[in-house]
T-cell receptor
Framework: NAGVTQTPKFQVLKTGQSMTLQCAQD?????MSWYRQDPGMGLRLIHY???????DQGEVPNGYNVSRSTTEDFPLRLLSAAPSQTSVYFC?????????FGPGTRLTVL | DAKTTQPNSMESNEEEPVHLPCNHS???????IHWYRQLPSQGPEYVIH???SNVNNRMASLAIAEDRKSSTLILHRATLRDAAVYYC????????????FGTGTRLTIIP
């Protein structure tokens, strides 16, 4: 199993640009989520999904959209990037007590 | 959500046991205690979890106080690879898979 994969690993955007961070898992997990981690801080939940077609907001959802059309994929869309969205983004999946995290995407917005 | 309190940082010598404390005085009866760790430049990884009884697995042991207001993650023989940020997290109930991360404890291992 590849586990949780994220692409790209690094991305630089200009203010106002849009982009999609990709996340995929091959463990057939129903629950998937997106977190962001700012320097020196813990992870904060952006959006999550309990299954295909079902998504909900987490702690810091503003400026981000998600959809879940398949069990495997859970993309995160930045509609109009802002410097405050400079962060490391982690995707996770779980089915039960253990969450599996991807390697992260480091995003810089200039 | 109930909150946890951890020391910002700790140091330990290589090959010695490490005890990482966590206070959670407002824990509710259905909260599970989870520990994750984050190695440098990686995503968090699950370490261990428990409800009331002490737990052991291949990575660590979890000691839970009788009143459940505190817990301790025990690494029995620290290696350099154990240098990481360790997060103590309360999950409201088994069906709720959201995790609320604090700032954790940064563990430094001294060779």
């Amino acid at each position: 199993n590849a586990g949780v994969t994220q692409t790209p690993k690094f991305q630089v955007l200009k203010t106002g640009q849009s982009m999609t961070l990709q996340c995929a898992q091959d463990m057939n997990h129903e629950y998937m989520s997106w977190y962001r981690q700012d320097p020196g801080m813990g992870l904060r939940l952006i959006h999550y999904s309990v299954g295909a077609g079902i998504t909900d907001q987490g702690e810091v959802p503003n400026g981000y959209n998600v959809s879940r059309s398949t069990t495997e994929d859970f993309p995160l869309r930045l509609l109009s990037a802002a410097p405050s969205q400079t962060s490391v983004y982690f995707c996770a999946s779980s089915q039960g007590f253990e969450q599996f995290f991807g390697p992260g995407t480091r995003l810089t917005v200039l | 959500d109930a909150k946890t309190t951890q020391p910002n940082s700790m140091e330990s010598n290589e090959e010695e046991p490490v005890h990482l404390p966590c206070n959670h005085s407002t824990i509710s009866g259905t909260d599970y205690i989870h520990w994750y760790r984050q190695l440098p430049s990686q995503g968090p990884e699950y370490v261990i979890h428990g409800l009331t009884s002490n737990v052991n697995n291949r990575m660590a042991s979890l000691a839970i106080a009788e009143d459940r207001k505190s817990s301790t993650l025990i690494l029995h023989r620290a290696t350099l690879r154990d240098a990481a940020v360790y997060y103590c997290i309360l999950r409201p109930n088994f069906g709720n898979e959201k995790l609320t991360f604090g700032t954790g404890t940064r563990l430094t291992i001294i060779p």
